[in-house]
Protein backbone atom coordinates (compact mmCIF):
# COMPACT_ATOMS: atom_id res chain seq x y z
CA UNK A 1 0.00 0.00 0.00
CA UNK A 2 1.47 3.70 -0.60
CA UNK A 3 1.61 5.63 2.53
CA UNK A 4 0.35 9.00 2.90
CA UNK A 5 2.07 11.47 5.41
CA UNK A 6 0.13 14.80 5.86
CA UNK A 7 2.13 17.69 8.21
CA UNK A 8 1.34 19.48 9.91
CA UNK A 9 -1.06 17.13 11.56
CA UNK A 10 -2.92 20.14 13.00
CA UNK A 11 -2.17 23.94 12.93
CA UNK A 12 -3.20 27.72 14.17
CA UNK A 13 -4.06 30.44 11.82
CA UNK A 14 -5.49 33.89 11.90
CA UNK A 15 -7.99 34.88 9.37
CA UNK A 16 -6.52 36.26 6.55
CA UNK A 17 -3.55 34.56 6.85
CA UNK A 18 -1.82 32.22 4.30
CA UNK A 19 -1.52 28.61 5.21
CA UNK A 20 0.00 25.32 3.46
CA UNK A 21 -0.37 21.63 4.08
CA UNK A 22 1.94 19.22 2.84
CA UNK A 23 1.46 15.04 1.67
CA UNK A 24 4.27 13.01 1.14
CA UNK A 25 3.97 9.81 -0.60
CA UNK A 26 5.84 6.71 0.09
CA UNK A 27 6.58 5.85 -3.65
CA UNK A 28 5.72 8.42 -6.85
CA UNK A 29 2.04 8.73 -7.37
CA UNK A 30 2.23 10.67 -10.46
CA UNK A 31 0.02 13.34 -10.40
CA UNK A 32 -2.37 11.52 -8.69
CA UNK A 33 -3.55 13.43 -5.65
CA UNK A 34 -6.46 14.66 -4.36
CA UNK A 35 -7.71 16.88 -1.16
CA UNK A 36 -10.88 17.08 0.91
CA UNK A 37 -12.27 19.20 3.41
CA UNK A 38 -14.02 17.95 6.23
CA UNK A 39 -16.03 19.54 8.73
CA UNK A 40 -17.97 17.73 11.91
CA UNK A 41 -21.61 16.07 10.46
CA UNK A 42 -20.96 17.01 7.16
CA UNK A 43 -20.72 15.52 4.12
CA UNK A 44 -16.77 15.86 2.87
CA UNK A 45 -15.73 18.33 0.46
CA UNK A 46 -13.41 17.83 -2.33
CA UNK A 47 -11.12 20.93 -2.81
CA UNK A 48 -8.76 19.42 -5.65
CA UNK A 49 -8.62 16.67 -7.81
CA UNK A 50 -5.14 15.71 -10.03
CA UNK A 51 -2.76 17.24 -8.04
CA UNK A 52 -3.76 21.10 -9.15
CA UNK A 53 -7.31 21.09 -10.66
CA UNK A 54 -9.70 23.66 -8.39
CA UNK A 55 -13.06 21.53 -8.18
CA UNK A 56 -15.94 23.30 -9.62
CA UNK A 57 -17.45 25.92 -6.88
CA UNK A 58 -14.33 25.55 -4.83
CA UNK A 59 -13.17 28.88 -4.04
CA UNK A 60 -9.59 30.46 -6.49
CA UNK A 61 -7.97 31.09 -2.84
CA UNK A 62 -7.21 26.90 -2.47
CA UNK A 63 -4.53 25.68 -4.83
CA UNK A 64 -2.68 22.49 -4.68
CA UNK A 65 0.39 21.49 -6.53
CA UNK A 66 2.93 18.99 -6.85
CA UNK A 67 3.58 15.71 -8.38
CA UNK A 68 6.40 12.58 -8.28
CA UNK A 69 5.98 12.20 -4.29
CA UNK A 70 5.81 15.70 -2.67
CA UNK A 71 2.39 17.28 -2.83
CA UNK A 72 0.70 20.99 -1.01
CA UNK A 73 -2.48 22.36 -0.23
CA UNK A 74 -2.48 26.07 0.33
CA UNK A 75 -5.25 28.67 1.33
CA UNK A 76 -4.31 32.12 0.55
CA UNK A 77 -6.05 34.11 3.01
CA UNK A 78 -8.01 31.89 5.29
CA UNK A 79 -11.87 32.88 5.63
CA UNK A 80 -13.85 31.60 8.89
CA UNK A 81 -15.37 28.83 6.71
CA UNK A 82 -12.50 26.80 6.69
CA UNK A 83 -11.42 26.03 9.51
CA UNK A 84 -11.83 22.13 9.34
CA UNK A 85 -9.40 19.40 8.64
CA UNK A 86 -8.03 18.80 5.64
CA UNK A 87 -6.93 15.58 4.08
CA UNK A 88 -4.97 14.34 0.60
CA UNK A 89 -6.08 11.03 -1.08
CA UNK A 90 -3.91 8.88 -3.48
CA UNK A 91 -5.33 7.30 -7.13
CA UNK A 92 -2.58 6.35 -8.41
CA UNK A 93 -3.11 2.61 -7.36
CA UNK A 94 -5.97 0.12 -5.08
CA UNK A 95 -6.29 0.59 -2.39
CA UNK A 96 -6.68 4.29 -2.00
CA UNK A 97 -5.03 5.35 1.08
CA UNK A 98 -5.40 8.72 2.57
CA UNK A 99 -3.25 11.34 4.75
CA UNK A 100 -3.89 11.55 8.68
CA UNK A 101 -5.58 14.56 8.18
CA UNK A 102 -4.56 18.37 9.16
CA UNK A 103 -6.96 20.11 11.32
CA UNK A 104 -6.60 23.87 11.13
CA UNK A 105 -7.77 25.60 14.00
CA UNK A 106 -8.55 29.28 14.72
CA UNK A 107 -5.67 31.53 16.66
CA UNK B 1 -27.25 17.53 -7.87
CA UNK B 2 -26.43 13.86 -7.00
CA UNK B 3 -26.92 13.19 -3.22
CA UNK B 4 -25.96 10.09 -1.18
CA UNK B 5 -27.43 8.86 1.92
CA UNK B 6 -26.29 5.95 4.30
CA UNK B 7 -28.76 4.20 6.55
CA UNK B 8 -28.31 0.93 8.70
CA UNK B 9 -28.07 0.16 12.27
CA UNK B 10 -25.90 2.12 14.39
CA UNK B 11 -25.34 -0.34 16.98
CA UNK B 12 -24.15 -4.27 16.12
CA UNK B 13 -22.47 -6.92 18.48
CA UNK B 14 -19.16 -8.50 18.25
CA UNK B 15 -18.70 -11.01 15.43
CA UNK B 16 -22.38 -10.07 13.43
CA UNK B 17 -22.38 -8.93 10.07
CA UNK B 18 -22.75 -4.98 9.81
CA UNK B 19 -24.94 -3.80 7.05
CA UNK B 20 -25.16 -0.47 5.64
CA UNK B 21 -27.17 1.01 2.32
CA UNK B 22 -26.84 4.29 0.56
CA UNK B 23 -29.27 5.39 -1.34
CA UNK B 24 -28.43 8.01 -4.53
CA UNK B 25 -30.61 10.18 -5.16
CA UNK B 26 -30.54 12.78 -8.03
CA UNK B 27 -28.71 10.54 -10.32
CA UNK B 28 -28.76 6.79 -11.48
CA UNK B 29 -26.59 4.07 -9.54
CA UNK B 30 -26.66 2.65 -13.26
CA UNK B 31 -25.00 5.19 -15.21
CA UNK B 32 -22.06 3.61 -15.69
CA UNK B 33 -19.85 6.20 -15.61
CA UNK B 34 -18.96 5.88 -11.82
CA UNK B 35 -18.07 3.39 -9.77
CA UNK B 36 -19.26 3.53 -5.51
CA UNK B 37 -17.39 3.12 -3.17
CA UNK B 38 -16.92 2.87 0.65
CA UNK B 39 -15.02 4.41 3.61
CA UNK B 40 -14.71 4.47 7.23
CA UNK B 41 -12.97 6.44 9.64
CA UNK B 42 -12.28 5.07 13.14
CA UNK B 43 -12.76 7.81 15.77
CA UNK B 44 -9.28 9.50 16.04
CA UNK B 45 -8.19 8.06 13.36
CA UNK B 46 -7.74 8.57 9.56
CA UNK B 47 -9.87 7.97 6.22
CA UNK B 48 -9.46 4.24 5.71
CA UNK B 49 -11.09 3.21 1.94
CA UNK B 50 -13.08 -0.13 2.06
CA UNK B 51 -13.62 -0.69 -1.81
CA UNK B 52 -15.58 0.07 -4.40
CA UNK B 53 -18.08 -1.68 -6.98
CA UNK B 54 -19.96 -0.60 -10.50
CA UNK B 55 -22.98 -1.52 -11.61
CA UNK B 56 -21.48 -4.09 -13.89
CA UNK B 57 -20.99 -5.74 -10.34
CA UNK B 58 -17.16 -5.21 -10.56
CA UNK B 59 -15.55 -4.69 -7.51
CA UNK B 60 -11.97 -4.00 -5.81
CA UNK B 61 -12.00 -4.41 -2.09
CA UNK B 62 -8.65 -3.40 0.62
CA UNK B 63 -7.13 -6.20 0.90
CA UNK B 64 -7.14 -5.39 4.93
CA UNK B 65 -10.81 -6.33 4.72
CA UNK B 66 -11.38 -8.30 1.78
CA UNK B 67 -11.59 -11.71 3.72
CA UNK B 68 -14.84 -9.80 5.74
CA UNK B 69 -16.28 -7.31 3.17
CA UNK B 70 -19.03 -7.58 0.39
CA UNK B 71 -20.53 -4.63 -1.29
CA UNK B 72 -23.61 -5.33 -3.90
CA UNK B 73 -25.93 -2.88 -6.43
CA UNK B 74 -29.34 -2.71 -6.17
CA UNK B 75 -30.24 -0.81 -9.66
CA UNK B 76 -34.01 -1.05 -8.95
CA UNK B 77 -33.67 1.11 -5.78
CA UNK B 78 -30.59 3.11 -6.81
CA UNK B 79 -28.63 1.64 -4.03
CA UNK B 80 -25.81 0.44 -2.86
CA UNK B 81 -24.85 -1.68 0.35
CA UNK B 82 -21.99 -3.17 2.18
CA UNK B 83 -21.83 -5.92 4.15
CA UNK B 84 -19.12 -6.55 7.15
CA UNK B 85 -18.76 -9.49 8.82
CA UNK B 86 -17.40 -11.01 11.80
CA UNK B 87 -16.91 -7.39 13.61
CA UNK B 88 -15.03 -6.36 16.51
CA UNK B 89 -14.72 -3.29 18.73
CA UNK B 90 -12.24 -2.29 16.06
CA UNK B 91 -14.57 -1.78 13.40
CA UNK B 92 -16.19 1.16 15.21
CA UNK B 93 -16.40 3.75 12.62
CA UNK B 94 -18.23 6.46 11.08
CA UNK B 95 -18.98 4.68 7.65
CA UNK B 96 -19.07 6.91 4.38
CA UNK B 97 -20.59 6.30 1.05
CA UNK B 98 -19.43 8.71 -2.06
CA UNK B 99 -19.56 8.10 -6.00
CA UNK B 100 -16.13 8.17 -7.89
CA UNK B 101 -15.92 10.36 -10.67
CA UNK B 102 -13.20 10.94 -13.30
CA UNK B 103 -11.62 7.50 -13.42
CA UNK B 104 -9.10 6.90 -16.35
CA UNK B 105 -6.29 5.06 -17.39
CA UNK B 106 -4.12 4.93 -14.37
CA UNK B 107 -6.15 7.39 -12.64
CA UNK B 108 -8.79 5.70 -9.98
CA UNK B 109 -10.55 9.05 -9.83
CA UNK B 110 -11.70 10.98 -7.23
CA UNK B 111 -14.57 11.47 -4.51
CA UNK B 112 -16.30 14.01 -5.84
CA UNK B 113 -19.91 13.17 -3.85
CA UNK B 114 -20.19 12.32 -0.10
CA UNK B 115 -23.01 11.30 2.06
CA UNK B 116 -22.78 12.70 5.28
CA UNK B 117 -21.80 9.39 7.05
CA UNK B 118 -22.87 7.39 9.64
CA UNK B 119 -21.68 6.33 13.08
CA UNK B 120 -21.66 2.56 13.55
CA UNK B 121 -20.80 0.91 17.52
CA UNK B 122 -19.54 -2.27 17.94
CA UNK B 123 -20.18 -3.52 21.35
CA UNK B 124 -22.12 -6.30 23.45
Known amino acids: DIQMTQSPSSLSASVGDRVTITCRASQSINSYLNWYQHKPGKAPKLLIY???NLQSGVPSRFSGRGSGTDFSLTISGLQPEDFATYSC?????????FGGGTKVEIK | QVQLQESGPGLVKPSETLSLICTVS??????????WTWLRQPPGKGLEWIGYIQDSGTTDYNPSLKSRVALSVNTSKNQFSLKLSAVSAADTAVYYC????????????????WGQGTLVSVSS
Open chain 2, 26 to 35: GGSVSSGAYS
Open chain 2, 98 to 113: ARVDGVSLGYLGFLKT
Open chain 1, 50 to 52: VAS
Open chain 1, 89 to 97: QQSYSSPLT
